[in-house]
């Protein structure tokens, strides 16, 4: 397509599409979503209370306790899945996702570190887990830079990283006492009950900025899946961008840690899930976001609604399906001959 100025856009109709579906599918289980719980609204009510009309008591409901709830979900799910799609498209495995290189674990140590050695409050701990997630990520850009940060190198790094923090994580729970301890475990199932307005705006304004960032070097990671010496030949500073787009998904893994915990699998499901469905073989970053977005929502449903007075946390039903996506994708990778 091209714009009179002169401007030619590659327009992917069936990709359009894919994310054209995926937000009405997200903005309907977030109506859905907000509509649930042990004071049912029905979805008109719901629409109408969002758009000012409801009564005092649904606007009480909607707009204080559980609007904020499903933002922080979109919002969280939206940043695993755009930050899954930077780390596969960049390491070119489909198993790079932030969930194998331990960026979640780094998150959850640095939130333990605030629980268990300092009692911090729940601003303390989101402070800690930020911190813990861009200290891992760091760390594994250091120890796989040789020449270059390349895809492989990237994996086994992040892999053995997260055997480490994990092994970390392990040992500061056996230091916890009782309460501390209790309070860790949950934090670290991931959970959006209780997520208030505090954790929608800092992680809304994160991804106005990071999201723009990323679409605007789209076209340079397209071109380093090419490879390095393919992408010099075109013009594309690789490096220069390789760390842009790995920072900018370190940042947005922290971030959605830090906002709901670690909830797993998100990251590593939605870009393959919206490969599959646009079939395209680019790294499909709008798509993915939305994936994501719709995901962790709908997870939230189902924890809520499933398992009946026993909610689980999403954390929970992400981990299960993630699960045996994972498995899946293993055997799939197994038969092609790449692993």
Same mark, same amino acid.
Request: glycine content about 12%; aromatic content about 6%.
């Given at each position: 397509?091209?714009?009179?100025?002169?401007?030619?856009? $590659?327009?992917?109709?069936?990709?359009?599409? /894919?994310?054209? =579906?995926?937000?009405? %599918?997200?903005?309907? &289980?977030? !109506? #859905?979503?907000?509509?649930?719980?042990?004071?049912?609204?029905?979805?008109?009510?719901?629409?109408?209370?969002?758009?000012?009309?409801?009564?005092?008591?649904?606007?009480?409901?909607?707009?204080?306790?559980?609007?904020?709830?499903?933002?922080?979900?979109?919002?969280?799910?939206?940043?695993?899945?755009?930050?899954?799609?930077?780390?596969?498209?960049?390491? $070119?495995?489909?198993?790079?996702?932030?969930? /194998?290189?331990? =960026?979640?674990?780094? %998150?959850?140590?640095? &939130?333990? !570190? #605030?629980?268990?050695?300092?009692?911090?409050?729940?601003?303390?701990?989101?402070?800690?887990?930020?911190?813990?997630?861009?200290?891992?990520?760091?760390?594994?850009?250091?120890?796989?830079?040789?020449?270059?940060?390349?895809?492989?190198?990237?994996?086994?790094?992040?892999?053995?990283?997260?055997?480490?923090?994990?092994?970390?994580?392990?040992?500061?729970?056996?230091?916890?006492?009782?309460?501390?301890?209790?309070?860790?475990?949950v934090w670290m199932t991931g959970s959006l009950s209780g997520r208030d307005w505090a954790q929608v705006w800092p992680l809304l304004a994160l991804c106005a900025v990071l999201v723009p960032l990323v679409l605007a070097n789209a076209r340079g990671l397209r071109m380093l899946e090419m490879g390095d010496d393919v992408s010099?030949?075109?013009g594309v500073r690789v490096e220069r961008v390789r760390l842009v787009l790995l920072v900018s998904a370190v940042l947005l893994t922290a971030a959605a840690t830090a906002a709901a915990g670690p909830v797993s699998f998100v990251a590593l499901t939605a870009p393959q899930l919206a490969r599959r469905l646009t079939r395209s073989?680019?790294?499909?970053?709008?798509?993915?976001?939305?994936?994501?977005?719709?995901?962790?929502?709908?997870?939230?449903?189902?924890?809520?609604?499933?398992?009946?007075?026993?909610?689980?946390?999403?954390?929970?039903?992400?981990?299960?399906?993630?699960?045996?996506?994972?498995?899946?994708?293993?055997?799939?990778?197994?038969?092609?001959?790449?692993?």
């Amino acid at each position: 397509m091209r714009t009179p100025g002169g401007l030619s856009v $590659r327009l992917d109709v069936r990709a359009l599409t /894919v994310v054209v =579906l995926l937000l009405l %599918a997200a903005l309907a &289980a977030s !109506v #859905v979503l907000i509509g649930t719980g042990d004071f049912p609204i029905p979805a008109g009510d719901v629409l109408r209370t969002l758009f000012g009309e409801g009564d005092p008591g649904q606007e009480f409901i909607v707009t204080e306790l559980r609007l904020p709830r499903v933002l922080v979900g979109l919002l969280v799910g939206a940043s695993l899945g755009l930050g899954g799609a930077l780390f596969q498209s960049i390491s $070119r495995n489909p198993l790079g996702s932030p969930d /194998v290189l331990g =960026l979640g674990q780094g %998150a959850t140590a640095g &939130a333990l !570190v #605030v629980i268990v050695l300092f009692s911090g409050d729940a601003g303390a701990v989101t402070l800690g887990a930020l911190v813990g997630g861009l200290g891992t990520g760091l760390a594994i850009y250091v120890l796989a830079w040789k020449q270059g940060v390349h895809g492989y190198r990237l994996v086994l790094v992040g892999i053995g990283v997260s055997a480490v923090v994990t092994a970390v994580n392990g040992y500061l729970l056996t230091k916890a006492d009782l309460v501390d301890a209790a309070r860790a475990v949950v934090w670290m199932t991931g959970s959006l009950s209780g997520r208030d307005w505090a954790q929608v705006w800092p992680l809304l304004a994160l991804c106005a900025v990071l999201v723009p960032l990323v679409l605007a070097n789209a076209r340079g990671l397209r071109m380093l899946e090419m490879g390095d010496d393919v992408s010099y030949s075109l013009g594309v500073r690789v490096e220069r961008v390789r760390l842009v787009l790995l920072v900018s998904a370190v940042l947005l893994t922290a971030a959605a840690t830090a906002a709901a915990g670690p909830v797993s699998f998100v990251a590593l499901t939605a870009p393959q899930l919206a490969r599959r469905l646009t079939r395209s073989p680019g790294p499909n970053l709008l798509p993915s976001l939305c994936m994501g977005a719709a995901l962790l929502v709908t997870a939230d449903w189902v924890s809520q609604r499933v398992f009946g007075a026993d909610q689980l946390p999403v954390g929970v039903v992400t981990g299960v399906l993630g699960g045996a996506y994972l498995l899946w994708l293993l055997v799939a990778e197994r038969r092609a001959g790449r692993i």
